[in-house]
Nanobody
Framework: QVQLVESGGGTVQAGGSLRLSCTAS????????MGWFRQAPGKEREFVTS???????????DFADSVKGRFTASRDNVKNTVYLQMNGLKPDDTAVYYC???????????WGQGTQVTVSS
């Protein structure tokens, strides 16, 4: 059974930084996409970032336009963990952040429970 556990959320002032972590368990994920979505109050869940295997030892990352230049993402396949480093945080970044795994051979997503990020102005 696949499980994802997130950590690292909290409250920070505008301009500050937070680092989110998400550790997956249940099998290996090195060929699966891993990343983050977020959902602000009253809004739909939106894409933040994805890191996917692009062959050999190469991974490719993509980011939403709203976070490009401020957020970075990385993964540690030995620890089955994906990270989201968030710098230059803005009040608009306030949301519940959900990590996910999307198996390479499936259209289904596995989701974490979510972690709250609040940015005060």
């Amino acid at each position: 059974q696949v499980q994802l556990v997130e950590s690292g959320g909290g409250t920070v002032q505008a301009g500050g930084s937070l680092r989110l972590s998400c550790t997956a368990s249940g099998r290996t994920f090195s060929h699966d996409a891993m990343g983050w979505f977020r959902q602000a109050p009253g809004k739909e869940r939106e894409f933040v970032t994805s890191i996917w295997w692009s062959g050999g030892n190469t991974y490719t990352a993509d980011f939403a336009d709203s976070v490009k230049g401020r957020f970075t993402a990385s993964r540690d396949n030995v620890k089955n963990t994906v990270y989201l480093q968030m710098n230059g945080l803005k009040p608009d970044d306030t949301a519940v952040y959900y990590c996910y795994v999307k198996p390479r051979s499936s259209q289904d997503y596995y989701w974490g429970q979510g972690t709250q990020v609040t940015v005060s102005s």
